[in-house]
T-cell receptor, first 114, second 112 residues
Framework: DAMVIQNPRYQVTQFGKPVTLSCSQT?????MYWYQQKSSQAPKLLFH???????NEADTPDNFQSRRPNTSFCFLDIRSPGLGDAAMYLC?????????????FGPGTRLLVL | GQSLEQPSEVTAVEGAIVQINCTYQ??????LSWYQQHDGGAPTFLSY????GLEETGRFSSFLSRSDSYGYLLLQELQMKDSASYFC?????????????FGKGTRLHILP
């Protein structure tokens, strides 16, 4: 059973053309994260939501925005993609719980910028 | 600030044991996790330590020493399918700001 779903798995966009990546979850988790991961690098946290509270990382470019209209869905909007934004984008969820912590990752969306 | 250090690469032989170390520096430490990621795939959860000591899950074990800000992942009876990148990650919890910070990953190469 899919728990964290990301669509599409592969996304091709043009330089400067806005693109939206989607994530949905069936786990009813409070926290949702968006990570950017480039080849052979660690996932880099872009932002996360604790319920509706939005937390932006200090070094996340303004070009990246996010929306969480409800518990199940979260979107990553890239307003003007540059060549350097080509990467894997990972969505993850978690439910903060003392003594236990697991992040559930979606399969990722690989973004190609032409 | 927050930082995690782990070796960039480790090589071991099939059937052997390997240990991947991780040291961390955070402001609101709440636990250390380990994730496995195969090429082209998403990270998958392996283990989590909130308290000092050893947690064992099958062939994988994870250890934490909070006083030393140090942990490790131990993989036993290595199999070729264990070739992957392994990330340590800390849960940094300050008030309602709850997030996971990843290390840069250790690439595990397994030789037959």
């Amino acid at each position: 059973d899919a728990m964290v779903i990301q669509n599409p798995r592969y996304q091709v966009t043009q330089f400067g053309k806005p693109v939206t990546l989607s994530c949905s979850q069936t786990l009813n988790h409070n926290v949702m994260y968006w990570y950017q991961q480039k080849s052979s690098q660690a996932p880099k946290l872009l932002f996360h939501y604790y319920d509706k509270d939005f937390n932006n990382e200090a070094d996340t470019p303004d070009n990246f925005q996010s929306r969480r209209p409800n518990t199940s869905f979260c979107f990553l909007d890239i307003r003007s993609p540059g060549l350097g934004d080509a990467a894997m984008y990972l969505c993850a969820t978690s439910i903060p719980r003392e003594g236990q912590e697991t992040q559930y990752f979606g399969p990722g969306t690989r973004l190609l910028v032409l | 600030g927050q930082s995690l250090e782990q070796p960039s690469e480790v090589t071991a032989v099939e059937g052997a044991i390997v240990q991947i170390n991780c040291t961390y520096q955070t402001s609101g430490f709440y636990g250390l996790s380990w994730y496995q990621q195969h090429d082209g795939g998403a990270p998958t959860f392996l283990s989590y330590n909130a308290l000092d000591g050893l947690e064992e899950t099958g062939r994988f074990s994870s250890f934490l020493s909070r006083s030393d800000s140090y942990g490790y992942l131990l993989l036993q009876e290595l199999q070729m399918k264990d070739s992957a990148s392994y990330f340590c990650a800390v849960r940094d919890l300050l008030g309602r700001d709850d997030k996971i910070i990843f290390g840069k990953g250790t690439r595990l190469h397994i030789l037959p």
